[in-house]
C-alpha cells in the first residue's frame, strides 16, 4: 500500500503543550500534506511540503520531511482547545498513474484539555 | 474567493435508490478529484478529472458508482442502486494543476443508506 500511516492514533494533551504527530510512507513523492478534520467533515489543509524541503512553518504549525525515511512529523506549539480535531497526512507520488492523487492515512485524533 | 461546494449537506436514502452528489471546484481549478470516507477510516480515492482528458476511475468500487464533469467545472457522482455499505462522506477536491498543488476539500455530502 502506498497509504501514509499516523501515528500515534490518539493524542491527548493539556492546552500549551506541544503536540507532535508523525506520518510514514512507503512510495516516492512528490509533496505530502498535512489537513485536518473536525467532526468529520471537510478538510482543512494546513500545510503542503515538497519533497526537496526539509522543514516548513506556518504559525504555531512546523512540519519535517525525512524523504530517506519516508517519514514526516507535524508539530503544534502551544496547543488550545480549539486544536481538537483528526489530522491526517497525505502524500501525493512522484510517478503513477493518477496525478495528484492523494494518500491518506487513517489520522490522529487530538484531544486538547482546557 | 468561493471554496469548494458540495451539495445536499446531508443525503438519507432507501437501499436501493439511486442518488447524485454533487460538486463546484474553485473556479479555474483543472483537476477534480472525489474521495469517500467511512466512518473513522482515511479518505478512499474514487474518481479524478483533468481537463478534457478521459477521467482516471481506478478507485471506483462497483459499476453502481459514476461521474461526470460538465465544461470542465460542476461534477456529479452517481450512486446507482445504493447499498449500506455506500453510507459515507463523500468528499470533493480540486486543485489548480495536479500532483504539485494543493488539493482543497469541500464540506462533503454524508450519505446515508438505511
Known amino acids: 500500500s502506498q497509504q501514509g500511516e499516523e501515528d500515534p492514533q490518539a493524542l491527548s494533551i493539556q492546552e500549551g503543550e506541544n503536540a507532535t504527530m508523525n506520518c510514514s510512507y512507503k512510495?516516492?513523492?512528490?509533496?505530502l500534506q498535512w489537513y485536518r478534520q473536525n467532526s468529520g467533515r471537510g478538510l482543512v489543509h494546513l500545510i503542503l511540503?515538497?519533497?526537496?524541503?526539509r522543514e516548513k512553518h506556518s504559525g504555531r504549525l512546523r512540519v519535517t520531511l525525512d524523504t530517506s525515511k519516508k517519514s514526516s512529523s507535524l508539530l503544534i506549539t502551544a496547543s488550545r482547545a480549539a486544536d481538537t480535531a483528526s489530522y491526517f497526512c497525505?502524500?501525493?507520488?512522484?510517478?503513477?498513474?493518477?496525478?495528484?492523487?492523494?494518500?491518506f492515512g487513517r489520522g490522529t485524533q487530538l484531544t486538547v484539555w482546557p | 474567493g468561493a471554496g469548494v461546494s458540495q451539495s445536499p449537506s446531508n443525503k438519507v436514502t432507501e437501499k436501493g435508490k439511486d442518488v447524485e452528489l454533487r460538486c463546484d471546484p474553485i473556479?479555474?481549478?483543472?483537476?477534480l478529484y472525489w474521495y469517500r470516507q467511512s466512518l473513522g477510516q482515511g479518505l478512499e480515492f474514487l474518481i479524478y478529472?483533468?481537463?478534457?482528458?478521459?477521467?482516471?476511475k481506478s478507485g471506483l468500487p462497483s459499476d453502481r458508482f459514476s461521474a461526470e464533469r460538465t465544461g470542465g467545472s460542476v461534477s456529479t457522482l452517481t450512486i446507482q442502486r445504493t447499498q449500506q455499505e455506500d453510507s459515507a462522506v463523500y468528499l470533493c477536491?480540486?486543485?489548480?494543476?495536479?500532483?504539485?498543488?494543493?488539493?482543497?476539500f469541500g464540506p462533503g455530502t454524508r450519505l446515508t443508506v438505511l
Open positions: 478529472f483533468q481537463g478534457n482528458s478521459a477521467p482516471d
Open positions: 473556479s479555474g481549478h483543472t483537476a
Open positions: 497525505a502524500t501525493s507520488p512522484d510517478r503513477g498513474s493518477t496525478l495528484g492523487r492523494l494518500y
Open positions: 477536491a480540486s486543485s489548480f494543476t495536479p500532483r504539485t498543488d494543493t488539493q482543497y
Open positions: 511540503i515538497r519533497s526537496n524541503e
Open positions: 512510495t516516492s513523492i512528490n509533496n
